[in-house]
Structure formats: C-alpha cells, structure tokens
C-alpha cells in the first residue's frame, strides 16, 4: 500500500465528496438551465453546492462562480480584471505564483501591461510593505497566492487590502493552497476576488470557483450561455460541483482541529527526518506557513532520483514541476527564494491532508530516511558537481 | 520478490519490446526515458527519427502503460552535454571523427544509468541493444554479436568489462528486427511500426559543421581553417575547418580534378587537409587508446589474433593486436589495410565473440 504525500497537488477525494458525486450520477438530472422540473432539481443541487462552496469562505453564494479549476480561476480574474481596468496597466504579483498567474500575466505583459513581480525573501514570504510600495493609481490589479504551494508560506493580506483598495485596483487571492488549510474568510481577509480549487481540498480534479465580491467588476473570458451569472458561460460541471460543495463543508467543520491534528504530524514527521538525515534542510520559515507542507533540500543526492526511489517504495511526494516531456524540472518558488539549481534540483516537497495517519508518517519518514542514504551512496555525485557541469 | 531491473527507454520499438519481454519473463521492470539532448523542446515535432523528443516519451510511457510497470523521466542533459555533446565538438575541432553513440553508451547508459539504477534498488540495467551476454562455466561473461547480424550493435558496447556484463541484460540479442516488430504488433505496442533512428540524436537536421561550429566557442575550441593538400604538396584549395572533413570522404572537398580524391589525413595543428586517390588511402595498421577488454585475460600474454572493425558499418579485418600497459594498443592489418579514421571506436573481435576495443588515435603508415 502506498503512502501519499502529495495533497498539494491534489488531495484523494473525501468520503463525504465521493458519495455526493454517486449519489448525483445515479440521479441523472437534466441541465440546471432547463425549466422543466428535471432541471430545477439538478438547479437545485448546483445551488446548495454553491452554497456549501460559499460557507467555507464566508460569502454570499451568488459572488461564488464555478470554474473548471484553479488555472481557470485564475485566468478569469486576471484576464476579467485587466479587461476593465482602462487606464490602469501595472500589476503586482510575486515570483513564487502558480503558473496560472505567471503564465497570463507574460501574455498580458507582452500586450503592453507593466507587470511588478515582487521577490520572496530566503523563507519565501511576501512582504507586505514591499506590496504595497509597488501600488499606484495606475495600478489595476494586485495577484498573490494566499498560500505558497511550494513552500506553504501564508501571506499577510490585510494590510496588502486596505492599501489595494486605498488605491483602487483589485485583489485577487489565489487560495487554492489555503482553503481547508486556513482560515479564507473573504471578509477578513478583504480581498475582491479569490480563486479555488476543489481537487486540493478533497474534491474532484475539474473543478474550481472564482469569488467576484459583489460590486467588483470583471469581464468574463468565455462567453456563450447566461450560467453562473454570465460570469462563465458553459453548462457547469454538476457532478464536480456536488463534490466540491461537500468537500468544502467538510473541511470547514473540521478546520481547527485538522489543522492541530496536521501541525502534530509535520513536526513529527520533521523530527524524525532532521535526527537521521545530518545537513537536511527545511525550505520556508518555522511559522507563517501551513504546516501540512515540508519542502526538504537534501544533502548529497538528487531530487529526482530521491523522487522516483520512493515512489518505488510506496511513498508518493513531489518535486518542482513535471515539463511537457514529464521530466522534473527544479521548482521556480525556490529559485525566487535564493536556492541554487543544485539546490533546487535536491529537494522535494512533502504534502500531508486529510487521509494522512499518523501510522503513514512514522513508516514514511523510516522509509524516507532509508531511502535518503541508499541513494546518497548509489549516486555519488555531490550537487555542487550537477551544478559546476551545467 | 522477482529481481528488479532498470530498462533504458528510447520510445522506440526496440527498447519497447525489451522492456515488454522481460515484464512478460516476470522481472520487477522499472522503465526510464533519458532526456539528454539540450535541444529537446526547442526542435520541431515533425522531426522524427530522433530520440529524446517529447513524442517518443509519450510513447515509451504508453507501452509502460500498457505493460503495468512503472515509467520515469530522468534527466541527464547536464552529463550528456558534458560527456558526450562537449567531446563529440572537440573530436571534431582536433580533426577526428568522433563516434557519439559509443561515448553515450559508455558514459551514460552504462555509467550514470547505473549509478542511477543502484540508487533505485536495481539489479540489473537492459537496453534494446542488438547484442548477447553469455556467462560461460568458469563465470566468465562474453559480449557476442547479435544473432541478427544486419543489426549488430555489439560494436557500440565494447566498453563494457566483466562488472558491468554481469549487471546487464540484452533481451533481444538472440532476435532479429522482423521478430521484434512482429513481438511489439502481437503485444500491441502502438510503436511497432515506428521507423528506426539514423541520425545523430542531439544534431538537428545531420548538419555536423554548423553545429560544431556553434557550439565552439562554448569549449573555447578553434575552428581551423586550412589548406586541401595532395600527396606532392601542391595546395588544390582553402578550406573552412578541418572539422568538415572526415578520412576517407569523397564528396565536398569542392576540387575538381581527373582522378577521384578522397581524405587521407586531417591535420589539425596546421589545418592541412591530405588528398590521395583511393589506392593511397590503405593504413598498414592504427594505435588505440582508451582501450579496454572485456576480459582482461584476453591480452594479457602478448599479442592476440583477431578481427578488427574500425567503422561500424565495415567488415571486421584481420589483424594483431598489441596492448601497452598505459591503455593503449597497436593494431596490425594482416592484408592490406583501410582508410583509418581517427576518433572512431575499433573493436575488436574473435569470431563472433567482442574482445575489447578502444579508440583510433592514430594510423600506421610503414
């Protein structure tokens, strides 16, 4: 049986989230747009799914529009943002987004829009004061990831939105990484927009929403139909919905102590790795970050032959991002944080969730451990030589 | 628990269909693509007949798909462009002719790969190499040529001693090419009719000068430009580099002239490009060095008989063998000799069995 550490990327569907979505299969309603009462029933269900979605970051259901997923999201609010933004072209973001931020936003950038890409300190935290220097009135949007994926770093929003809003551009938070994890109270965290993601928090791949704060405009990126409020044309995924709204209800009432329960098997986890692997490294600060992420460089070996030996052994973590060819190319977050390519090329993030068991992390870290000193004597070759032969 | 081996997947049929055979035999298959040229994303899809592209990982994964073993990407541009890229531009700067694919064997499939398949717990690395091993009573292993001898490879992997045959498997040494395809169409590999490679894997569209060219200056190296030179030493015509010529070639040496010129010898000090016709062409014999032997008995009590093959694509030639002791050997021809390129492998051979070889240093005139 394999143990997986990898809830970053996309947690396993949660129970209760997986018998929604049957349960909705086998009900086989019509299209929620549809008058008949076929299509008010599966109206019905979209909307108390909806709902659900909007529970766990305390807004009104209707600023919640569901997406195909976290890049779809946030696509709409950068793109939707920078539409109606007139005269305003610069946007800030940081270095250590989600390439579904880097990626529009070097479009945007190539289009005449003047994009501010702020750096992450060694542990790989946004300031705050660094944000909002970079804010003016020609400023149209402010992009950040509430939580680094990479790293797990939590960003301080509040005084990046009093100021946003001082200076009248959007803030849009990326909480793919947050929700579930933290508190993402939309109110609290006085952010206009916010993107989620239903795989990471329990639901299922294909499915996402963008919250639109009532009163912040944003044009639509893909037109059609009137659905969700003319927001995202397209009928919407109903099945991925269910799940979702029961994957957020879920994790919204079991947050506090998950995040307790998660916090104790990290450090254990943690522990464990530090006493028997000397030189380990932990990449991110030792607070202000979600402790389900650990993200270790390694002494003397490669990622990537650490990587592929583990998931040899049953044990499923990740590294960096996989390249159309599905090599492992090393992690942009730790490159912005200061981290050589050797270093990046050495290390690997360790994600926990919600079906991580404490019996998992002491036989993943034994493993890990094991797996750590076959590989550093197999594969002699010390990172400072991958890195001197580039 | 059934031995586990790393298997070296290109995407094409042949290492396909090794991987295949031995999930089929019950071996615990790890399959790994290498990603090695540094121009990998950069090239046009269209190019096929190359390795290394994203098409062809997609293929080697469908198979692994297919045959329920696991399947990785690993990335190794850094050592190929360091052993193998780098040493192909100099060899060709210093006026050889380099032979890349025995280099990457050496230095890669059968060095990095099996540091690599140590650190993943591996027992033994395979490859779709045309070739046997054979371990004889006393626990002796021998390289043999493929039982199909229009495809051959045994020349590529005479690098390889005793510690590394022992750890090595050729699944399809005893088949021939229409047997694999026909393995890989019964299997129902999506890759069984996929045409073989030819060229150079990491040197877009075959074009060796400009490549050598471009990648130059990154070795510090010197293009040399020079002089074509015949035997009486009357200059015929200047030249852009002796790294556009290789001993023996007829073609572009842009000359015209009554008898038919072919490459006698690169000078690269000087830059002098030597022209002959055909008949001067004969080396009487080649010093080697980087030499190795498969078992270092073999030579070790003086000269050795054996047949000599010092292109791939030739026939092997009698010949004596003489080892020094600093890894390097003197090769005798018994007839007349060949045209002697430097900087290609010569291997040598005892009937079908691979002796040993090294690479060509230098021809023997006398």
Redesign the interface.
């Known amino acids: 049986m394999s143990i997986y550490l990898d809830h970053n990327a996309g947690s396993p569907i949660r129970p209760e989230a997986g018998q929604a979505a049957l349960k909705m299969l086998a009900r086989s309603d019509g299209n929620p747009a549809s008058v008949h009462r076929a299509g008010q029933r599966a109206r019905r269900a979209l909307e108390d799914a909806r709902a659900q979605v909007a529970a766990l970051i305390g807004a009104e259901p209707r600023a919640v529009v569901f997406t195909s997923g976290g890049t779809e999201s946030n696509n709409l609010a950068i793109t939707g943002a920078l539409k109606l933004a007139g005269n305003r072209r610069r946007v800030i973001t940081a270095a250590i987004e989600h390439s579904s931020i880097l990626m529009p936003l070097a479009e945007l950038e190539r289009g005449g829009a003047e994009v501010v890409r702020i750096a992450p300190d060694r542990d790989g935290r946004i300031s705050p004061a660094a944000v909002v220097e970079a804010l003016n009135d020609s400023t149209a949007l402010v992009t950040l990831g509430l939580v680094n994926a990479e790293v797990g770093s939590i960003l301080d929003a509040a005084p990046i939105a009093a100021a946003a809003t001082r200076a009248g551009a959007i803030f849009h938070l990326d909480a793919a990484q947050a929700a579930g994890r933290i508190d993402t109270d939309v109110r609290a965290l006085g952010c206009d927009l916010m993107t989620l993601s239903a795989h990471k928090l329990g639901g299922a791949a294909g499915t996402g929403a963008l919250y639109i704060r009532r009163g912040c405009a944003i044009a639509p990126a893909i037109l059609g139909g009137p659905q969700e409020g003319a927001m995202r044309a397209g009928t919407p995924n109903l099945i991925g919905a269910v799940a979702f709204g029961a994957a957020a209800e879920a994790c919204g009432i079991a947050l506090e102590p998950e995040r307790a329960r998660i916090a104790a098997l990290a450090a254990s986890m943690l522990a464990r790795l530090c006493d028997e692997i000397p030189g380990l490294r932990l990449n991110g600060s030792r607070d202000g970050r979600v402790a389900n992420t650990i993200n270790l460089t390694f002494p003397q ?1 490669l990622g ?2 650490m990587l ?2 583990l ?2 052994e049953g044990v499923e973590v990740s590294m960096g991002s996989a ?6 190319e090393p992690s942009h977050v730790l490159l912005a944080m200061g981290r050589s390519a050797a270093e990046a090329r050495s290390s690997l993030r360790i994600s926990l969730g919600w079906s991580t068991t404490a019996e998992e992390i002491a036989a993943a870290a034994a493993t890990i451990a094991r797996v750590w000193r ?2 550093s ?5 010390a990172a400072a030589a ?1 890195e001197a ?2 | 628990m059934s031995a ?1 081996v790393l298997v070296a997947m290109s995407g094409g049929v042949d290492s396909s269909v090794a991987a295949a055979i031995l999930r089929e035999q019950g071996y615990d298959v ?1 399959g790994v ?1 290498m ?1 090695l040229a540094p121009e ?2 950069a090239r046009p899809a269209r190019t096929r007949a190359t390795c290394c ?2 098409e062809d ?2 293929d080697a ?1 469908r198979v692994a798909e297919r045959m329920d073993f ?1 399947f ?4 190794l541009r ?2 190929f ?2 052993r193998v890229v780098d040493n192909f531009v100099g060899e060709y700067l210093a006026g050889r002719t380099p032979n890349p694919c025995v280099m990457c064997n050496r230095e890669i499939k059968f060095d990095r790969l099996w ?2 398949a ?4 591996a027992e033994f690395v395979a490859t779709g190499h045309y070739a046997r091993i054979k371990r004889d009573g006393a626990g002796r292993f021998h390289l043999l040529r493929a039982a199909d001898s229009s495809k051959d490879q045994s020349y590529f992997l005479f690098s390889l001693a005793q510690d590394e045959l022992s750890r090595t498997m050729f699944p399809l040494g005893a088949m021939t090419k229409t047997e694999v395809r026909a393995r890989a169409r019964a299997l129902g590999l999506a890759n069984a009719e996929k045409p073989d490679s030819q060229e150079i894997c990491f040197v877009p569209e075959g074009d060796y000068a400009r490549f050598v060219e471009q990648r130059a200056s990154k070795l510090n190296g010197e293009i040399r430009p020079g002089k074509i030179i015949d035997l009486e030493g009357r200059a015929l015509a200047n030249h852009g580099g002796v790294h556009r010529f290789t001993v023996g070639q007829r073609r572009g040496l842009g000359i015209a002239s009554g008898e038919p010129l072919y490459v006698r010898e690169i000078r690269a000090q000087s830059g002098d490009v030597i022209v002959a016709p055909r008949a001067a062409l004969g080396a009487s014999g080649l010093v080697a060095r980087e030499v190795s032997m498969v078992d270092p008995m073999t030579a070790a009590a003086g000269p050795v008989r054996a047949e000599v093959k010092i292109r791939y694509r030739h026939p092997a030639l009698p010949a004596t063998v003489t080892l020094d002791s600093s890894r390097g050997a003197e090769v005798r021809f018994a007839g007349g000799g060949p045209a002697v390129t430097p900087g290609q492998a010569c291997v040598f051979y005892r009937g079908d069995e691979v002796l040993g070889g090294g690479f060509i240093d230098r021809a023997i005139e006398e």
């Not at chain 1, 390249?323 to 492992?328: E, L, N, P, S």
């Not at chain 1, 004597?377 to 070759?381: D, G, S, V």
């Open positions: 070996v990537e032959s592929f030996a998931d040899l390249c159309a060819a599905g090599a492992v076959r590989v004597q197999a594969e002699p070759i991958i032969l580039r | 586990r790890v693509a990603r990998t994303d592209s994203y990982f997609e994964r696991p990785y990407v690993i990335d850094a050592e462009g360091a540091e690599r140590r650190a993943l717990d």
